[in-house]
């Protein structure tokens, strides 16, 4: 066999040293960890930057960064893709509204965690679904949505919750004017689904601050990790649920490792999977969720 010695060899084991210092420099200036993504993922997004600033190695980009740093806000934008819609994948949000609320809303005090929620609309969906299924109740409810995303611009897009014609498509005009205020062009969540969400910006890689949780969903949002990173983003999303709490991915994501061995699976085409109830802990909690201050969670951060 003959070893590669030559110029090319060299290239190529400079270019992967600075590949590794550009997640490290991730890492260092914006708290992203960016071990739980795929490398392949990761390099294609890499290279959009790459070609937008005109660099044709990764040395040079990094030489690029260090002569203009505000350039790693531009590479976070590329990396964390933000798109999503009110009601996505209509048949989740039946399944939601069929079998699992009317369940979980049972509780008076309910906590949901919608994990990678981009510009709001799925935090914003499950609020006016939880109107719809509890109606009246819910002032005898307190029901918290926790949403959180690594991406500071989408989460401010969404505390905001205002939303063009286009992006409300698939919401009826009932709906539109039940949850919505119109001003000018665009649409304004009204105050009663803002008051029951909890903007906040973490890296799931880091450990969640929230525990005793009755429902997470997080779609298409580890598509992008691999599969370690999945598997260890999934184990932390079973250990933050209360014994009978509800998971829900992507619909094109599957359980993989321990969190398949873990959770069991109630709807597959729903993709909703259920924290088994342990024989210790009652069926009915006791305890409301509460959220932990981490101090390994250098990303926590409340947005309103
Ligand atoms: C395609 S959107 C999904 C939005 C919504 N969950 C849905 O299904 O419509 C993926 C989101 O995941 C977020 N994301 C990517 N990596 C993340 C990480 N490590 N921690 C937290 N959020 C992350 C991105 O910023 C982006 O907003």
Redesign the pocket.
Known sequence: MIEETGPESVQQFLEQMAFKRLKKILYESAG?NCD?YRDEYLKRRFEIRLRATGASTYGKYLLYLKKKPEEIKNLLNDL??????FF?DNDVYTYLGKNLLPKILTSTNVCIW?A???TG??PYSLAILIHKVLGQALVNRKVTIFA????KD?LSKAAKGVYEKKQLSTLSDSLLNQFFTQEGDAFKVKDSLKQMICFEQ????NLPPHQNLDLVLC???MI?FSREGQQHVHMNFYNALKSGGYFIT?KTEILTGEPSRKFVSVDFGARVYQKPYSSATPKVDAFPCFTQTLAGNKTLQRIS
Do not use: K
Request: hydrophobic share 35%.
């Open positions: 992203l739980g964390t893709v933000n798109y999503t819609m996505r919608s990678g929620c981009a609309e799925e959180s995303d690594i991406d989408a973490l890296d799931l890689m779609r298409n949002v992008y992507g």
